[in-house]
């Protein structure tokens, strides 16, 4: 028992020195490193100071004992690379006796090739403030934020966390992002960006909208493909069918023959085309809002009526038709022409 003893006794001591304590610590990230990530550090040391009862400096060197955030050469030291992480996607771990909080961030938070934002380094403060610390933003306002009692000698052990979201976009709609309390807990509740809180952002037009442009209002990007009326006087097939038996004209909220192929490799085309000269890979592909509303015998074919007994007396009976049959057939035509793509899209 005696040559035993000081061998436990050496490894306890090691533990308790590789513990990070926090009120020791510094914030460390590079001085060029994104906004959002800046941000981070500001936020991480506000909710720091209320928590611990002290307020912790923000510098723009290495320095043990820190909590170093975003990518940087501390970083790498440890054998992890940011760079090659997935949008949005964080690690939370101590090493020796600091800890980092890294997640895949953007040059000058840049928008990703979907159009939307990685802003993992922001996600995973938050994370950490919420999940190790227990802090929470339960409402609005400074009156709405938990703080639970902690020592001011706070020790974190080991800890190795990390995430990648299971979704590419996560939508939370009816949020009024012009109030700033509102877009303050929206943020701190990892919901950036204009309307998704993933990395991609959705379309400011209905697909069909915006990539059949109207003649005379293209934009510089949209004057790469042919317009609605052009498109309409070589292939007039594209579009609805009228009961009368007349291919009704592209004008307002017009609508596309969805069960013909060749109008799902046309949109295909259409994004490709906007693709190489955005660098974009990302396709909102949905229908126009009260479409489609083709009368020809394919389309019509695939189209289910629903009436009061098949919805049930609670079901909304507003909606007449189910379109999901032609309108996934043309969504999995688009998929296949566009592998590298983050195709979204509703029915």
Known sequence: MKKILPFVLTLLVFTTIKAVELEKCVIYHEEDAPLSVKKAAMELQCHLEKAIG???AIVHFPRTPMIALGDSPAVRDTGIDPSKFEYEEYRIFTHDNNLYIVGKDLPNDKTTIYGGQSLGTWYAVFDFLEEVLGISWLIPGPKGVFYPKMKMDRRLDSINMSYRPQMKSRVMSGMDRSVPI???WLARNRHEGRWSSGSATWSGDHSWGYLYPIQNSRTQVQSLVKSREETFKEHPEFFDLSPNGRRMEPTGEFSLCISNP???DDVAARYRIFSNHTGSHFAMSSPNDGG????????????EVLSREKLG???AHYVKDNWTKPVLAYYRRICKALPDF???GYI
């Open 182 to 184: 509102l877009r303050e």
């Open 342 to 344: 983050l195709v979204n």
């Open 313 to 315: 007396e609670t079901g």
């Open 292 to 303: 489609p509303n083709c009368a020809c015998k394919n389309c019509q074919s695939q189209i």
């Open 54 to 56: 002290k307020k912790v």
């Open 262 to 264: 060749a109008v799902a």
